[in-house]
């Protein structure tokens, strides 16, 4: 399998048009969620960036960020926190790293072999 890396400006090139969107999208009020401050918190900047590093093939950095920002926009949104999202939600983004660990690997060209002598 042969990974080509993105560049760098194809990655701020979609992130302006993604910002873009969104702003459209929020000024006018097209979902119906209300003021722009509601929902252009720094919790969604968390989120925007991990999903960002993801694209760019950073799953590590990428699943901590968005496990962040999605864990502080649940204390945020909920008034509790239910039970069971509270014991699964850790060990799962520890998992989810395990994961992305691997994938780093599989989409590295640095794997090297490994030989027993």
């Known amino acids: 399998m042969k990974y080509k890396e993105h560049h760098p400006l194809v990655s701020l090139g979609l992130f ?3 910002l873009g969107v969104v702003l459209l999208t929020a ?3 097209l979902l119906g969620l209300g003021s722009v401050r509601d929902y252009f918190t720094w919790e969604t900047a968390l989120v925007f960036i991990g999903l960002l ?3 760019n093939l950073r799953f ?3 699943i ?3 496990a962040a920002g999605t864990w502080f926009m649940l204390e945020k949104l909920l008034f509790e ?3 069971l999202v509270k014991t ?3 060990p799962g983004v520890i998992i989810l790293l ?3 660990f691997i994938l780093s690997y599989l989409f590295s060209g640095k794997r090297k072999s490994v030989i027993k002598q």
């Open 16 to 18: 302006f048009i993604v």
């Open 27 to 29: 000024t006018n009020d």
């Open 53 to 55: 590093l993801l694209v």
């Open 60 to 62: 590590t950095g990428g």
């Open 64 to 66: 901590l960020l968005i």
């Open 81 to 83: 926190i239910p039970p």
């Open 88 to 90: 699964l939600y850790w």
């Open 98 to 100: 395990g994961i992305s």
